[in-house]
């Protein structure tokens, strides 16, 4: 499986949040970039920006209610009792200058409609996907596709996930071979960041010129 780069050699020049939020854009902020971190319901997106952000992470999690049990497939994720129903929001400062604004979307279905506006001005999307659940993460492909939006696949391990090879992987997901595919642990930030990094060098070699 590709792996990322070492989150210990780019890294982050701040890092993440560590109680005294970082408010402030450090002087070395050179280029601002959006970025998606989509998946579908449950992968991980909330806890992905909230182990990088080196703000305090903008949340809109609203309780499961015994309505939403009804639809939001809970099998993987027993323990969940919020869900994201808007937007997650973070921020985190690479070294090199580069600031990743990350929005975090819904994961249902049911907020495809919000997909347009919080996708505007994105450059790209770090797709989460849970390999116990790999359908689930069709419609979300699907929409970055159409979306246009060059994009990463990070593999968010849960303990009782099955192993597959990367090629197993690639081709249940349909992924072009340029497409980066890592795995991560969203719950560490050096994981979640090192995932970021391989979706920051994917967006920065499709902007070079073929022949260097
Ligand atoms: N074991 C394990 N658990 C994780 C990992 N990432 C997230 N979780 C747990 O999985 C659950 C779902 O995580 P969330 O971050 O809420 O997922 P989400 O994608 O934001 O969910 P929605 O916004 O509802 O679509 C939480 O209980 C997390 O603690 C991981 O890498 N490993
Ligand atoms: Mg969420």
Redesign the pocket.
């Known amino acids: 499986m590709a792996s990322a780069p070492s989150s210990s050699s780019p890294g982050t020049s701040t890092g993440p949040r560590d109680g005294t939020d970082d408010l402030h854009l450090p002087d070395s902020a050179r280029d601002l970039v959006k970025i998606l971190v989509a998946?579908?319901?449950?992968?991980?997106?909330?806890?992905?920006?909230?182990s990088v952000s080196e703000i305090r992470p903008l949340h809109t999690?609203e309780h499961?209610s015994e309505a939403s049990v009804q639809v939001?497939d809970l099998a993987?994720?027993r323990?969940?009792?919020?869900?994201?129903?808007a937007i997650?929001f973070g921020r985190v400062s690479l070294a090199g200058g580069v600031v990743l604004y990350l929005f975090?979307?819904?994961?249902?279905e049911r907020f495809r409609s919000l997909w347009a506006d919080i996708a505007y001005g994105a450059l790209g999307a770090l797709v989460?996907v849970d390999t116990r659940r790999i359908d689930d993460s069709f419609d979300v492909l699907g929409l970055v596709e159409e979306t246009g939006l060059p994009y990463a696949v990070a593999l968010?391990?849960?303990?009782d996930s099955r192993s597959y090879t990367e090629d197993q992987l690639r081709r249940s997901l349909d992924l072009d071979p340029g497409t980066p595919m890592v795995s991560?642990?969203?719950?560490?930030a050096n994981?979640s960041i090192d995932s970021l990094l391989a979706l920051v060098q994917h967006l920065i070699a499709r902007d070079r010129p073929e022949t260097w």
């Open positions: 998946g579908p319901f449950g992968v991980g997106k909330t806890t992905l920006i909230d999690e499961l939001d993987g994720v323990d969940k009792t919020t869900t994201t129903v997650d975090g979307t819904p994961g249902q989460l968010n391990t849960f303990p991560c642990d969203a719950r560490d994981s």
